[in-house]
Structure formats: structure tokens, C-alpha cells
């Protein structure tokens, strides 16, 4: 029926546009332009013209024929070429009578003025892009009329003067060639005397290669005036675009122009010329030719042939204010504001909010003659939906024909969907259904439409937080027309989500059970092996659920990232607030990181990474790293290390590195006085070292029984209330040990302290073999001028993960497109060819692996960068991505200097980094009772009270109060509870005595 009413609203459109040919049986006959163009195909000016001609003289809508050809004199250009052009377009065009001529460039319109009256006699010319154009030009010929292209030097040092105040010098550059001397000659006369303090240097004939070297050694009270740069000393042609790249990359200090061909490639801007404008206004001339007015009576512009444009990549690189610039400028490459980036929303829901407005006007009336039978409903109504949710059932109404579907609010409720979140349509209907369950659910709706049967289908559809829940779809046709085809239906969805999770566990009871019967039968060997893959069947649960967890947490870190990066967030509070959110983040990646690590475990799927490193900046970095939190308790920290210990050693650095953090940690945390020693030592063996660690402490101790079981899992054997974390921690650390070969123990008396010891094989090994540390440069701003625009494509089914990882890219100057599934992305492969694509492993349709591997079978497939960006974390998942074809891995949730570093070692992306600011003061860390104690009693008492009951909703505004008397004590109270680190405080306020 849908498709009928299409085709009825198809016919109905195609009548309504054959009036005006029903109504004039003979239509005008198309009308032929010629626009000839000086240069090229595929140069930026000409490509620029072409397409104001196309979009001003609209061909299709105004019936025209345009006819474009290239000269091409950027590569040859001599009278004997010109007459054989002569000669090609007499026998070309000798049966087509032209309406208008648009001729573009001076090669062009002296042709013309020569040959026009013997090729085409009496045809009007417009003319655009005319250099150094005068009025004698015109002298003895009828039927001329254009826009001169007339560059105005002199605003543009105007405002290049404003936005440089202590600029000393100009440096003019342009080519040695005709046109860039006479550029030159026409620069001189327009700035000479303008600013009679500024000193002007004016290039002199150079290479290429030359004039880039001369602008590299300029110095940084000077700025650069860029006219025209064609074809150097040497007589070789040059790319506009290349040479302002290069020059640019190459430029400390800004470089202006006035020529659009190297505007968008690294220079500031100016009063520029531009193809496209020089176009607009010569086919605005052309089209009041086609409507009758005489050539001849429109004069030749030579004003208002400018105007001013900017590149904002340029400016934020030499910190130029917009306000520097004229009013109406145009900034090419600026990001979008909100309101810009939504308008059409924004007009769109004023519109509709307009149009509700009236329709209740409208209906008022009619409503209240419903309210009495709507008061006589409401009972039956609210007996029906308490009913209805009392069986968890939703109610729905779908219009066959239309899609229009009505469901009830518990249909939304039942998703976790807030009551008409979501679009009221089969078609929204379907998205939210299962992948595996979209043909069954739809093949049994059209067999109930074909015999009548009742119908009843179990599938499952997606809530809101990207879970699946089991639906029972029960529904019957209500209304059919003439012909049997179904109008209407109606029908209940019943979460059955419950009862399948019964049935599952009560099929896992019964096949339990017959395991159970086999096992009796079974030795205690396999016994051992049912209960081995147990463990490891919850572990691998435990690890996948880790999974699901990092995906959204990458949302969270990474949208928090970008807004702590925002300049435009200036509100200190609610960038307190971002710090929180982060650090909560990472908070709670550590501890997934340490559920999954166990899980890994468990399941057999952590495996030793044996590489060189440093031993001896190991355990520095660690010790430096644990200092902080000893000094804050008040403990030495030291190191000791043996003379038979060797620097470089090849061994898993990084799982050595959490086995030290962990034990010393450990060793801080229990420790209240005294100090935590770190003891390093290394005996021969046969096979190389044996590395010998010990983290001694004077702290509580350990009883004996607790002893045997503190390498357990979640066991915390401290006082309630003093532990934080999973109680992973010792239980990993003695995985890590004896994945790597070696053996962990204990020794302690309580009261005493403790002392943990390891024993680890290591093989020394030699300097040239050891890696070193990267540079980290800081934060990245954009990419480095002079670079390929280059395309990413992120192909991610989680829209916030897309978005956020689309900002971050386009924000550092990357163009970028998304693709929610691999179809989608090998469709836009195709079309778009980006440079690199970052793909998910898990996709609707059709997953990350065969987008990857059909990609790679394509044209072009073999030379595009192609990196997995996945929440796995398992190693054999890493191979199957990587042997499908992808070149490298990175993990979700990422920091941002992952995603630009892994896009610089593909691309040979180069980036401008923020600038570091210099390092503040040292920050106290420890709280002074003493100063704390000059607080009012009842507002220490009251902090205590609220830090004993974990109350956060009095402990802010608490400490915003200390911070009223003292604002240094007030900031070091408030890093404490943004970490919710609380026991510092309690044990400042207990020791001052007077809050108990």
C-alpha cells in the first residue's frame, strides 16, 4: 500500500510539471554560450570560473548550451599557436551561433579582440581575469564589456599593517617573468609613499629553490606580500599550490597575497582575486546580454574586483585576531559554531514549534467539546494501562500503508526508552530489531497478511544502552480494503527477556545435571578439567563484559578530553568538573583493566611480551613515580641496589613495571611510620640472572592466617573501611610473577612490618638492543602547513565513539567521514578514496574484518592505511584482525596522542604542537592540623561528620567554606575529595584534637 501511495504521489507530480508543456506545445530553443578560458582543466582559476559560469547562468533551468574551452597557455603561447587556434575553432564552430562570449584572461580576450569579428561576427564578448585592462583597449571594437582584474595592493597592506604593528619591513616577491614584473611595476606604484616609515624590499629575479631560502632567512619583524609566482628563474612553470605550500613551510613569518591560487595553501590571506569571483561577476554581465540588454551599455568594472578572504589555519598559527580584519572577510577552513553547525535544526525546530503553536490555536475549540467524553475514557483507560503494565505489554497501532505506527509509553519503557523518544514508524520498529531476527519477524507479518492466522513471533530488540531484550510480538489485521490488502493492524509486545533468561538457565541446569551424571561415572582428572573450563568459561565472561564496559568509556574520556581542550571553556568550576569526570574515568578504566587482567588469567589469554629495557630507569621511574604518596604519610623511600645488578635486561617490562607499583603501593598503603624499601638484587644462573626484588615496610604486618590466602582473589584482609580497589591487586601481581617464570612470597609480624620477595629470570642484554623513550611534544593543535589534505574515513557503529573521534580529527585539520557498518564503508572507499581508515572490529552487517579484507581486493585497496581501533584486548582476536589485513592495533578507550602518533607513523603526518607552559610551584600535599585547627570548631565538626557518612552533597559546599578563609588549605582539601581520598583529612582533623 506504501508503495502505492508513492506511485499515485509520483504521478500526481510529474501531471503538475507537464502543465507549463501542456499549455506551450513548441518549447525555446536552447541557446549556445562559449566560454573560452586562457589556461587549463584541473588550474584552480579556470576550474574556479567554470563553476560560477555553471552556478550563476543555471544551463538546465535557463536552457542553455555552454561550450568551455581551454587555451592552455600556461604551456604554450605564441602567434603562430594562436592563428592555429584561429583555425580550429572556425571549423569547429562554423554552423553554432553563439548568444554570448565569456572570455577569461588576457590571452583570451586579445584573441577575441583580433578574431571575434571573423569568427564570430557580431557575438557579444564579457570578459573577466584582464590584467592591467584600460579603456583604449576597447577602442574601435562594439559589443566588449567585463571585469578587469585590477589587485589592490594597497588594502591589502593596510591591513596587514593593522594586524603587524611592529612589522618593519615588506618583502614583495613575485616571479621574473612578464607578468610578474609588470605585478611587480603595478605593486610599487599602488604602496610606494603609503606608509613612509616601512621599509620595502622588492625580490629580485630567483629560482624556485631560491626564493624559499630567501623567505626561510627572514627575520621575525618582517612579513611577506605574495603577487605571482608562476614560472621562476629558470623558465620552469610552477604550481601555484605546491610553491605556496613550500613557501609557507618554509616562512617564520606571515606570508600574504592577492591572488586566490594560493589562497588555502598556508598563506594569511588578503584583498584576493579569486577565479570564482572574477567568474560570478562575468556571468552576471552575460546573463543581462541573454536578457536582451545591449554589451555596449554596460559599462567595465574596474572597482569592487576584491575582496577580502583568510585562511584560519594561518591566522591561529601567527596569533591573528579576527578583529584585525575587514568586516565581511572570508575565513576559509574555520570550524563550525553550534549555531552554524545546526542551523537548519534550530530553524527546523522553530518551524515546528511555529507550526504546533497554530495547530493548538486551531484545535482548542474542538477540545473542549472532548472533554466530557474524554473524562468518561480516562477510567477505562487508566484501568487498561495499569493493566497492561502489570503484564509488561506495549501497545501498538501501525497504519500499513503510511508506516505511521502509534505505540504506548510502556512500548518505550520497556527499552529504557523515554515514552516517544523515538520516531512512531515501522520503519524505527525495525532498526531496533536484531540483525539475526529482521527477516523471520517480517516474514511472519506477511504471512498473517496472506492467510490470516494468528500471529505470534518471539525476536529481540535493542534498548537504549545498547543491550538486547526478548520480545514476544502477538497482533491481528484489523481493517482491510476492497481488495484483501491489509490497512491497519494492532497488537501488544510482551518483554519476555526474564523468561528467556529462565529458560537458558534452566536448559544450563539440565545439561548440568546430565554432566553431573557423567562426571560420577568420570576420574578425578576430568573432574579437574570440567572444573578448569568452568573457571576459564567465567573468566572469558568476565573479560568480554570488560569489553562492552571500555566501549562507552571511551565516549566518556574521549568527549571529556575534547572539552578540557576547548580555549573556549573559560568557567573554572566547570572545568573542575571535567578534571572529575576524567579522573573518575581513568579511575574506573583501572579497575576494569584489573577485572579483565584476572580474566585474562583465568582464561589463558595473557601471555609475557619479552623485549630489552632499562632495569635501573625501571625502577627509578617507579620509585620517583610511588615518592609523592610516601612523602604525603610522612615515609622514607628508598632504593637499594646491588653492584651484580646490570642495567639492561631483556624481560616483560611492562608487567614488571605493575608488579613493582603494586608491591610498593601495597607497602605505602600499610604503612603508617618509618620507611618502604625497595631492594634490588641479581645472581648468576645458567641461563642468564635471576633477579631478586624485595618491598620492605614497617607497617601493620599481616597475621599468619592471613598470609596464605592474600595472593587470593577480591581478598582484603585490612580493617573495613580502610581498603579501596577490587582486592586484585597482589592476586594479579602473582600471576604476572609466574607468567614470567618467576615466584612471589611473604614474610611478616604483625606490628612488625612486611616484606614481599620475587624471584624473576632475566637475560642481560646490550646498549644497541635497548629501545629508547619517545619525545613527547605536547599537545596537538593541527596539522603542520604544507601537507596533503589528507582523508580519514572512521568506520564505528557507536555514534558517540564516531563523533567524538571525528572532532578530534577535523579539529586538528584532517577532512574526515564516518561509516556506521563495513558495507557503508566499502561504498565510500570507492567514492571518496580517503588516505586512511580507522576500523571497528565489531559492525552491523557487516563486521570490521571482511570490510578490511574486500578493501584490500579493490583498486587502490592495497595502499591505504588501514588500523583497527577496537575495545578487544585479547591477542589471537589482534592476529585475525591483523592477518585480514589491517597494519596495525589500537585499544579503546585511547588518548589522543595515540590516535595522532599512529596517523604521523602512516601518514607521515607532521603536526604544530601546543606550547607547554612553563612548570608552576610545587603545590603543598600534606594537610597542617595546626592550620586546620584555626578553623571554626562547628565547621570542622561538620566536615568530619560528613566525610564519616560519605556524604558528597555536604562535603563541596563544606570545603567551598573553608576555602572562604583559606583559600590554599580550601584547594588542597578539594584535590583530596575530587580523588575521594578522604583519609588524609579525617586523620588532619582527628589530630588537631578538638573534632572528637
Known amino acids: 500500500m506504501a508503495g502505492y501511495s508513492a506511485l499515485v504521489a509520483a504521478l500526481v507530480a510529474c501531471l503538475w510539471a507537464a502543465l507549463p508543456a501542456l499549455a506551450a506545445p513548441e518549447s525555446d530553443p536552447r541557446r549556445e554560450v562559449l566560454i573560452l578560458a586562457s589556461y587549463h582543466a584541473g588550474f584552480a582559476w579556470d576550474d574556479g570560473i567554470k563553476q560560477a559560469v555553471t552556478d550563476v547562468l543555471e544551463p538546465t533551468k535557463n536552457s542553455l548550451e555552454l561550450h568551455f574551452e581551454y587555451m592552455d597557455t600556461k604551456r604554450i603561447n605564441d602567434a603562430a599557436y594562436a592563428r592555429m587556434l584561429h583555425d580550429l575553432y572556425r571549423y569547429k564552430y562554423r554552423d553554432t551561433q553563439f548568444a554570448v562570449i565569456i572570455a577569461s584572461d588576457n590571452f583570451a580576450f586579445d584573441f577575441l579582440r583580433k578574431y571575434r569579428d571573423a569568427l564570430f561576427p557580431g557575438v557579444p564578448v564579457v570578459f573577466c581575469g584582464v590584467n592591467f585592462f584600460r579603456d583604449e583597449m576597447l577602442a574601435g571594437l562594439h559589443s566588449f564589456t567585463g571585469a578587469a582584474e585590477k589587485f589592490d595592493a594597497a588594502a591589502t597592506l593596510d591591513i596587514i599593517v593593522g594586524a603587524h604593528p611592529t612589522m618593519k619591513t615588506l618583502f ?159 575565513i576559509l577552513n574555520k570550524p563550525y559554531s553550534f549555531y552554524e553547525a545546526h542551523q537548519g535544526k534550530i530553524f527546523a525546530a522553530v518551524a515546528f514549534a511555529t507550526v504546533a503553536t497554530g495547530f493548538i490555536f486551531l484545535l482548542s475549540g474542538a477540545l473542549v467539546a472532548r472533554r466530557k467524553a474524554e473524562a468518561r475514557l480516562r477510567d477505562s483507560q487508566q484501568r487498561l494501562t495499569l493493566t497492561l503494565d502489570a503484564v509488561n505489554e506495549g501497545v501498538w497501532d501501525w497504519r500499513v500503508p503510511t508506516g505511521e505506527t502509534v505505540f504506548s509509553p510502556r512500548y518505550y519503557t520497556m527499552l529504557d526508552y523515554e515514552p516517544y523518544e523515538f520516531p512512531q514508524t515501522h520503519a524505527a520498529w525495525v532498526g ?120 562507552p ?59 630489552p629495557f632499562d632495569l635501573g630507569a625501571l625502577a627509578h621511574d617507579v620509585v620517583e613515580l610511588m615518592r609523592g604518596r610516601a612523602t604525603e604519610k610522612g615515609l622514607r623511600l628508598r632504593l637499594e641496589q646491588s653492584s651484580a645488578l646490570p642495567r639492561l635486561v631483556r624481560g616483560d617490562e611492562t608487567k614488571l613495571r605493575q608488579v613493582l607499583v603494586n608491591l610498593v603501593g601495597n ?98 642484554t646490550t646498549e644497541s638492543e635497548t629501545a629508547t623513550g619517545a619525545f613527547d611534544p605536547g599537545e596537538v593543535l593541527t596539522l603542520e602547513p604544507g601537507q596533503p589534505d589528507y582523508r580519514v574515513l572512521i568506520v564505528e557503529d557507536q555514534p558517540e565513539n564516531a563523533q567524538m573521534l571525528s572532532r578530534l580529527l577535523e579539529g586538528a585539520g584532517f577532512q574526515v567521514r564516518t561509516a556506521a557498518n563495513g558495507i557503508r564503508a566499502i561504498d565510500l572507499f570507492q567514492r571518496w578514496r580517503p588516505h586512511f581508515i580507522w576500523m571497528d572490529r565489531r559492525l552491523p552487517e557487516m563486521d570490521g574484518l571482511e570490510a578490511t579484507r574486500r578493501i584490500r581486493d579493490l583498486e587502490g585497496g592495497r595502499e591505504v592505511k588501514i588500523v583497527a581501533l577496537t575495545a578487544s584486548v585479547f591477542v589471537e582476536q589482534h592476529q585475525e584482525m591483523l592477518a585480514s589485513g589491517m597494519d596495525e592495533v589500537v585499544h579503546k578507550p585511547f588518548q589522543p596522542a595515540t590516535i595522532f602518533d599512529c596517523l604521523a607513523r602512516h601518514l607521515g603526518a607532521r603536526y604544530l604542537y601546543q606550547e607547554r607552559a612553563a612548570p608552576s610551584a610545587v603545590a603543598a600535599t600534606t594537610i597542617d592540623p595546626v592550620a586546620l585547627a584555626a578553623l571554626p570548631e562547628a565547621l570542622r565538626r561538620e566536615l568530619a561528620d560528613a566525610l564519616v557518612a560519605l556524604d558528597t552533597e555536604r562535603i563541596d559546599p563544606l570545603i567551598g567554606r573553608v576555602t572562604e578563609r583559606d583559600a590554599a588549605m580550601g584547594q588542597l582539601l578539594r584535590r583530596y575529595a575530587d580523588n575521594y581520598d578522604y583519609d588524609p583529612i579525617m586523620k588532619a582533623l582527628a589530630l588537631d584534637g578538638k573534632t572528637h
Not at 579 to 602: F, P, Q, T, V, Y
Not at 698 to 724: H, L, M, N, W
Open 553 to 611: 568509556l571511551n565516549a566518556i574520556l574521549g568527549f571529556s578530553a575534547l572539552m578540557r581542550r576547548d580555549a573556549s571553556i573559560t568557567d573554572s568550576r566547570l572545568r573542575q568538573s571535567l578534571d572529575i569526570i576524567n579522573r573518575s574515568g581513568e579511575h574506573l578504566l583501572a579497575l576494569i583493566n584489573d577485572i579483565l587482567d584476572m580474566a585474562k588469567i583465568e582464561a589463558g589469554r595473557l601471555q609475557a611480551r619479552v623485549k
Open 667 to 764: 607497602a605505602i598503603k600499610f604503612t603508617e611510620r618509618g620507611e618502604v624499601i625497595l631492594h634490588l638484587g641479581a645472581t648468576p644462573e645458567p641461563r642468564g640472572l635471576c633477579l631478586s626484588i624485595g618491598v620492605e615496610d614497617s607497617g601493620i604486618g599481616i597475621a599468619a592466617e592471613d598470609q596464605v590466602r592474600i595472593f587470593d582473589p577480591f581478598a582484603q584482609v585490612e580493617k573495613t573501611g580502610a581498603q579501596k580497589g577490587t582486592g586484585l591487586g597482589l592476586a594479579i601481581t602473582r600471576q604476572f610473577v609466574e607468567l614470567m617464570g618467576g615466584r612471589i612470597g611473604v614474610t611478616s609480624q604483625l606490628g612488625r612490618g612486611s616484606c614481599f620477595r620475587v624471584e624473576l629470570p632475566v637475560e642481560p
Open 432 to 551: 531496533l530489531l536484531h540483525p539475526d531476527d529482521v527477516e523471520r519477524a517480517e516474514r511472519e507479518i506477511h504471512r498473517h497478511f496472506e492467510d490470516g492466522n494468528a500471529y505470534a513471533v518471539e525476536f529481540r530488540m535493542r534498548n537504549k544502552s545498547g543491550g538486547w531484550r526478548w520480545i514476544l510480538a502477538r497482533g491481528l489485521v484489523v481493517a482491510r480494503d476492497a481488495a484483501g490488502r491489509p490497512l491497519r493492524m494492532v497488537g501488544t509486545h510482551t518483554d519476555i527477556t526474564e523468561r528467556k533468561q529462565a529458560e537458558r538457565e534452566l536448559i544450563a541446569y539440565r545439561d548440568h545435571l546430565e554432566d553431573l551424571v557423567r562426571e560420577r561415572t568420570a576420574d578425578l582428572a576430568r573432574a579437574k578439567d570440567a572444573a578448569e573450563a568452568a573457571n576459564r568459561a567465567k573468566s572469558f565472561f568476565l573479560a568480554n563484559m570488560s569489553h562492552e564496559l571500555r566501549t
Open 172 to 330: 614583495v616577491l613575485n616571479d621574473p617573468d612578464l607578468t610578474g614584473r609588470a605585478w611587480a611595476d603595478d605593486i610599487r606604484q599602488q604602496i610606494t609613499g603609503r606608509y613612509p616609515r616601512l621599509g620595502i624590499d622588492y625580490a629580485e629575479s630567483m629560482t624556485e629553490a631560491q626564493a624559499i631560502e630567501r623567505v626561510r632567512a627572514l627575520p621575525t619583524d618582517t612579513v611577506v606580500l605574495l603577487g605571482v609566482f608562476l614560472r621562476d628563474a629558470d623558465g620552469r612553470y610552477v604550481k601555484a599550490p605546491d610553491f605556496a605550500r613550500r613557501l609557507t613551510a618554509a616562512s617564520p613569518v606571515p606570508v600574504y597575497g592577492l591572488l586566490d591560487l594560493y589562497i588555502g595553501y598556508g598563506i594569511v590571506g588578503g584583498h584576493i582575486i579569486d577565479g570564482y569571483y572574477q567568474g560570478e561577476l562575468a556571468a552576471r554581465m552575460a546573463r543581462r546580454v541573454l536578457d536582451g540588454e545591449a554589451a555596449d551599455r554596460i559599462p567595465v568594472l574596474q572597482q569592487g574586483v576584491t575582496r577580502p578572504m583568510f585562511d584560519y589555519i594561518p591566522l591561529r598559527r601567527f596569533g591573528i585576531p579576527e578583529s584585525a580584519l575587514p568586516e565581511g572577510s572570508v
